[in-house]
């Protein structure tokens, strides 16, 4: 995450790629499909301590590319304030 917030641009780029590539007929439709698939499964793994690791992964995958979309939209937005305020409750034991 922090490593991100050093790259802007580059989140920017992947945030536009990503959503141009919604679209099947996108060429890099398939790497981002593989993409999200393979940091889900990532995700699941780190949360498997979690009652539903796999709805706990779709809810950290959903929470953290919404919040880099926000970010790329208004940088003012504070990454990793929001960030840790979400963590504090997410990474609880349940």
């Given amino acids: 995450m922090l ?3 050093e790259r802007g641009q580059l989140v ?3 945030v536009v790629l990503g959503a141009e590539a919604v679209d099947p007929a996108h060429p890099a439709h398939q790497y981002f499909v593989r993409r999200e698939q393979s940091t889900y499964e990532g995700f699941e793994r780190l949360v498997r301590w979690k009652t539903h690791p796999d709805l706990a992964a779709r ?3 959903a929470f953290w590319t919404g919040l880099e979309r926000q970010w790329v939209m208004d940088p003012s937005v504070d990454f990793l304030a929001v960030w840790d305020n979400f963590a504090d409750r997410f990474f609880v034991a349940s």
């Fill in 59 to 61: 809810e950290l995958l």
């Fill in 12 to 14: 920017r780029l992947y």
């Fill in 3 to 5: 490593r991100n917030l």
